[in-house]
């Protein structure tokens, strides 16, 4: 499935790059988030950075992420697929807005809680937020933006645990190469 999705993203960045493209950048990215109910924790990922215009780009991003909830009796990992739109205010500074959507694995601890199974859901999300794009040298970018993400997981299976809020904020950042 990786090699699928990364393949389809390099054939858009290959097909785009030409049609007057100011700018694409592709590197990895590590980010800090933080859910209202969980510990903070660290991710990581790829990204893909399209700059159309002076003030308007795409982005696309595959990450990992890794959480536990109902006092360490549920992990939830997830790999988010994510689309923003930027818009540049400044040459530096920008706006986003996008879609993800976050293929999820649930982990319960099955000494405590043997009646539920383990499962994988696809769960779709929401974010906005803001960031820098600095240069660095001619050929790279440093990118770096928060971003806040509506994600509400259904916590329902677990007793007690249905006030759960899973809607996160996250500090990515980011190596560009200019393609």
Not at 66 to 93: C, F, H
């Amino acid at each position: 499935m990786w090699k699928k999705i990364l393949l389809i993203l390099g054939l858009i960045t290959m097909l785009i790059a030409p049609v007057n493209a100011q700018s694409v950048g592709l590197g990895p990215q590590v980010g800090y988030y933080k859910a209202q109910d969980t510990d903070g924790n660290f991710m990581g990922g790829v990204a893909w950075r399209f700059k159309f215009t002076p003030m308007f780009g795409l982005k696309a991003s595959i990450n990992y992420r890794q959480e536990k909830y109902a006092n360490q009796d549920m992990t939830v990992r997830s790999w988010p697929i994510m689309v923003t739109g930027l818009i540049y205010p400044l040459p530096i500074a920008y706006g986003a807005i996008g879609a993800g959507w976050y293929n999820t694995t649930f982990d319960y601890n099955q000494e405590k809680y043997s009646f539920l199974k383990d499962e994988t859901k696809q769960e779709f999300g929401w974010h906005f937020g803001g960031g820098v794009e600095l240069p660095v040298g001619t050929n790279f970018k440093l990118a770096g933006d928060i971003r806040y993400v509506f994600l509400d997981y259904n916590f329902e299976e677990i007793p007690g645990s249905s006030d759960v809020k899973s809607n996160f904020f996250v500090i990515m950042a980011g190596l560009l190469y200019n393609l």
